[in-house]
């Protein structure tokens, strides 16, 4: 008879284990169990609200399978928050303190229960977490990289309890850990020519050793090695490198722990300036509350209750209520999300991505440009049906924005500045990088490119090496309305031209700019808010 084969897959493990609890079982271990039981059934709330599941108690902890990396994480910081906050409320015997460890890795199946390589590196590393803390694999830093409002640590490779590899892993940390000082660029080596190279969409200078800046202005110097941009996308989740002491000295002092990011209703992402007005009453109301919100501004938030944990619930409750009530087709990001808890923000995502303000230019295009769903680029036929069906019948102000990797968002709001603003944090929130207005009203405010094919949208991120100044003319040219285009050379000189008459004008213009810049071989990359190629 045949073996039946094994069933694979990929997924994210969460180990979670108490610290110290045989000690205090032996005191009192009827005791010790009751405040384990309760103290699991907290951290399965939050794994449920994140949409993962328990598939193995351990014990004095368990482990938990997540589809997504990003929402294992944020289970593991709102765990430790809550575990915190519980502490701070019980009797000094009655503490109970944890250790996480995360790792994403292949899997094999056993009816519940998972089992597998993936799963006994999550133990390990919750082995070597600190006591509170949480700690990753490499595998999932990298999927969280500027997703989350988290420092990391490098803690390097770790040789861990029956791995017979090294494990590189990051032990997280608050929103607000210094970050270590850039390493010095390694020096080009000599005839070296830097690139700028489009990337799956991005443009990224490369060089045989060491990135390099980009030149914008003709008259500017090439930028000294010590003032090179060392990435395209600098990442929110900053590693930590520990210095190493030299013998004999004294060790320097921790870092001074972040500082909380109090509640405050006029920082609500999403939420309409009314509604915002409205919610300035949760930070003088009493008794345990907390404050959940969902991406389309939908914002509930209880308090008086008899707990933290309880007031999560509620208020979670009642957001998935109100979005079930008004909206009709509901998406995985539609999921409400805890913002507050008491006075303290544990949102655990990062602000949303903006463009540098005013957002849009103060000018329209002359003639005006009517909004056709069917010419809009970048989108799919939902968007589409979605803009004649619904955004061509709302009065109020309106806008429609697109962004990163083919997604959009539309938002309306009694005024034009709050619909310009709840429509870039909705977009920003979704693609990680600054989207941009293309419509306000029913008219398009940017000029679309004829004599190239779109390919992406345009960020600043795309640019890397930028100096100060030319960073600054990139961001005037995002909010322009009129003709304008960025040439790049293969030598990572680049042109940008503003303010031109046609395309046909800009597009000449930013070659010529990037020629005098002294580039070699220019091509337009950018024409508007687009990456643009060749038809």
């Not at 039981?37 to 598939?55: P, W």
């Not at 915002?276 to 209750?305: F, T």
């Not at 213009?509 to 024409?527: D, I, Q, T």
Request: glycine letters at 6%; hydrophobic letters at 45%; charged letters at 20%.
């Amino acid at each position: 008879m045949n073996e039946p084969s094994l069933v694979r897959r990929l997924t994210t493990i969460v180990a979670i284990d108490v610290i110290g609890f045989s000690t205090l079982a032996a005191r009192n271990e009827e005791h010790a169990l009751g405040l384990l039981r309760s103290r699991m059934a907290l951290a399965e709330t939050y794994i449920k609200q994140h949409r993962g599941r328990v598939f193995k108690m351990t014990g004095d902890g368990l482990l938990a399978e997540f589809a997504s990396p990003v929402e294992a994480v944020r289970a593991a910081v709102e765990i430790q928050e809550a575990m915190r906050t519980t502490n701070a409320l019980a009797a000094v015997e009655d503490r109970l303190n944890l250790r996480i460890g995360a790792n994403l890795g292949d899997v094999v199946e056993s009816g519940d229960d998972l089992m597998g390589d993936a799963v006994n590196v999550a133990v390990r590393l919750e082995s070597i977490a600190a006591p509170g803390g949480i700690c990753v694999s490499a595998a999932i830093y990298q999927q969280i990289v500027g997703k989350l409002t988290l420092g990391a640590e490098d803690m390097g490779e770790q040789q861990v309890k029956n791995i017979p590899r090294p494990i590189h892993a990051y032990r997280l940390t608050a929103e607000g850990a210094p970050p270590a000082p850039p390493a010095a660029p390694k020096p080009a080596a000599s005839g070296a020519r830097p690139r700028l190279l489009l990337v799956g969409g991005a443009l990224v200078a490369v060089a045989a050793a060491a990135v390099v800046g980009a030149t914008l202005l003709r008259d500017s110097p090439a930028p000294a090695p010590e003032k090179l941009a060392q990435a395209a996308v600098a990442p929110v989740v900053a590693p930590v490198s520990a210095p190493v002491a030299a013998p004999g000295a004294v060790p320097a002092p921790p870092p001074p722990a972040a500082v909380p990011r109090t509640f405050a209703a006029a920082d609500i992402p999403f939420a309409t300036a009314r509604r915002r007005r409205d919610l300035e009453a949760y930070e003088q109301a009493e008794g345990a509350k907390a404050m959940a919100i969902n991406i389309r501004g939908w914002v509930e938030y209880a308090s008086r209750r008899v707990d933290d944990r309880t007031a999560r619930a509620v208020a979670l409750e009642a957001c998935a209520a109100a979005v079930q009530k008004q909206i009709r087709n509901i998406r995985d990001y539609d999921r409400c999300m805890i913002y507050a808890a008491g006075n303290t923000v544990v949102w655990s995502f990062k602000p949303p991505a903006m463009p540098p303000q005013p957002y849009v230019a103060a000018a329209r295009p002359a003639p005006p440009i009517a909004l056709d769903p069917a010419t809009v680029p970048l989108i799919g036929d939902a968007t589409r049906k979605a803009l004649a069906d619904d955004y061509a019948k709302v009065t109020r102000s309106k806008v429609f924005a697109i962004g990163r990797s083919r997604n959009d968002w539309w938002s309306s709001s009694d005024n034009e500045s709050d619909a310009l603003r709840r429509t870039l944090q909705s977009c920003g929130h979704l693609t990680g990088r600054p989207c941009f207005v293309y419509a306000i009203g029913d008219q398009v405010i940017v000029q679309t490119p004829q004599k190239f094919k779109i390919i992406e949208v345009f960020t600043p991120q795309d640019l890397v090496g930028l100096e100060p100044a030319q960073q600054e003319a990139v961001e005037r040219y995002l909010v322009a309305d009129d003709w304008r285009a960025i040439a790049v050379a293969r030598n990572g000189r680049i042109g940008i031209a503003a303010g031109s008459a046609s395309e046909e004008a800009a597009v000449e213009a930013a070659l010529r700019e990037c020629v005098r810049a002294g580039g070699a071989e220019c091509a337009v990359s950018a024409v508007g808010p687009f990456l643009v190629t060749r038809n």
